[in-house]
């Protein structure tokens, strides 16, 4: 699938990697360097007119870390959501909040995920 992004959105994808929250650093230790089943992610990727937090390109797979700000725009994130998965990405969210307290809990969803993916694209 080929992805289209919004060319304008790749300087500010560049600096939402340079300042990423606290839980975005957290999980990006345990999804890089292909450490999730041996798949590759990108963190802060232009999808659409949208940045993702990661995202998997083998699987489809879109990964997003709410934080606080996300409490304001609830339309918007469910908006956004039905966008990508329209689009045919498969999309999981864990709150900032979860994911700096149950880093392997976060973890183990993920691969969970992974799993059910595997599944679903393996003939």
């Not at 083998?58 to 304001?72: A, Q, W």
Request: aromatic letters at 12%.
């Amino acid at each position: 699938m080929k992805i289209y992004y919004n060319p304008k959105l790749k300087e500010r994808s560049k600096k939402l990697r340079t300042n990423a929250t606290f839980a975005e650093r957290l999980l990006w230790k345990r999804l890089k360097s292909r450490q999730i089943l041996g798949y590759q992610f990108a963190r802060q990727k232009p999808i659409a007119n949208y940045i993702v937090d990661f995202y998997c390109n083998k699987l489809h797979l879109v990964i997003e870390i709410d934080g606080i700000t996300h409490n304001e725009k609830k339309e918007y994130d469910t908006k956004r959501i039905s966008k990508l998965k329209g689009i045919g990405f498969e999309v999981i969210r864990f709150d900032g909040y979860y994911v700096i307290n149950h880093i392997n809990e976060t973890v183990e969803k993920i691969i969970e995920k992974v799993y059910e993916l595997e599944r679903i694209t393996t003939p």
